[in-house]
Each structure stands twice: as C-alpha cells, then as structure tokens.
C-alpha cells in the first residue's frame, strides 16, 4: 500500500499544520492537559482519515479481453439502459459507481483501449447519487475504444465533497486494461456505459474494487 501523489503535497502540509497547532498549545497552554491531550487526539485523527483517503494499492494490469472490470472502488447505485448523447448517440447500459469519502479514489480503465475523445465540463457539486449529477455536475467524458473496435465511455463526476478532479489521460492515449487513468478528491462517482448486449455481472448495492471487480462481460 503506497501513498497516491496526488495526496503527497497536502499530507505534508496538513502535517506542519497539526504540529503547529499542538506545539503553540502546549506552549501558550501549559496547564490545559485535558485540552491539550483532546486537540492532540483530534489531530492524530484527523490526519489518518486524510492519509487513509490517499491509500494506492497495488493493483495488476490485466489482459482479459471481453471483460470489464469495475473503474473505481465503491457501491453500484445505478444499472439501467439510458441513452448516452454527448458522443456516441445511442442507447446504452449504464453502470455507476458511487464513491464516498473513505473508498480508495483511483480510478481505472475498465478495458484496454485508446482513448478516441476525452472532454472535461466544469460543473455544479450535487450529491453524487443525484439524478442530475451525471450532467450538471463537474466530470469529465472519456470513450476508449478496444482493439476489436468496441467502444466504451467513462465519466469521472465530481460530488458534493469533490473540488477536483484530476486526469491523466488525452485523445490517443494508449491505456492497459485496470491501468490508472485518474483520481477524484473527497467523494465522487464514475459511470460506465456499456454496449446493450453487455453480460452486467453486478447488482444495485454491490461493493466493487477498482481494477479487480468484472462488472460486465461484452459479447
């Protein structure tokens, strides 16, 4: 288990902060031990929550052509048949993870592909799970396309929590399967949507890992 490198900068930060903070207590408040033990506490926590937010477990690149493995770890809260209209304008099964603030927020490519369009809107911060997230909301668009010329498209939604999402990835890149393609900070979700006659290998409340949990097998 690493630290991932988007949380390397703030960790370090959050750390001087803390340090600061308990340090002038103690020397401004040398008597205030019930205070004093309860802020060092509170700070012990607080940064183990945020360490634990930035955990980035090893997770193999895979070959396992047909299969599509789950983007991000989380909770699936939507498998339906919706129509996809900002690029490939047509019906699809979707997919959606649901991210919260305590999951590992790496996100994977589901398949290996190229990356055929990649575009990030700026957007609002509902809840994740809200019905209007997936186009209202800060997200990015991403379609990779397989070497059987299978197309998929993955949509990183930033949540209520979430300020920033982060990408890794442009038109043409060249992405292994469970390879990282992003990361969204404090609580997120990611769609998938998936060709119609998709095998969907999950259901509604199931608890996915990023990069090993098969979420759908194409025909």
Not at 19 to 30: D, G, S
Not at 124 to 133: C, D, E, F, Q
Not at 162 to 187: D, H, M, N, S
Request: net charge positive; charged share 20%; proline share 5%.
């Amino acid at each position: 288990m690493s630290i991932h490198r988007e949380g390397r900068s703030l960790l370090f930060w959050l750390l001087l902060i803390l340090a600061a903070l308990n340090y002038a207590l103690y020397y401004y408040l040398p008597g205030q031990e019930v205070l004093l033990n309860v802020v060092l506490l509170g700070s012990v926590i607080i940064y183990l929550i945020v360490l634990q937010f930035f955990r980035s477990p090893f997770v193999p690149v895979r070959q396992e052509e047909g299969m599509v493995f789950a983007p991000a770890d989380g909770k699936v809260v939507v498998i339906e048949e919706t129509f996809e209209d900002e690029f490939l304008k047509e019906k699809r099964k979707q997919i959606s993870i649901f991210m919260s603030p305590i999951n590992v927020h790496v996100n994977r490519s589901p398949i290996a592909g190229i990356v055929k369009y990649f575009k990030y809107h700026p957007g609002k911060y509902l809840v994740a799970w809200h019905p209007k997230s997936s186009f209202e909301n800060e997200r990015t668009t991403m379609v990779l396309e397989a070497p059987n010329g299978t197309t998929l498209l993955v949509r990183q939604i930033a949540g209520a929590l979430a300020r920033r999402i982060k990408w890794y990835v442009k038109e043409g890149t060249p992405l292994q399967q469970c390879g990282e393609f992003g990361f969204i900070k404090f609580g997120s979700r990611v769609d998938v949507f998936l060709p119609l006659d998709a095998e969907i290998l999950v259901n509604i409340d199931q608890k996915t890992k990023g990069g090993r949990t098969p979420i759908a097998r194409l025909k």
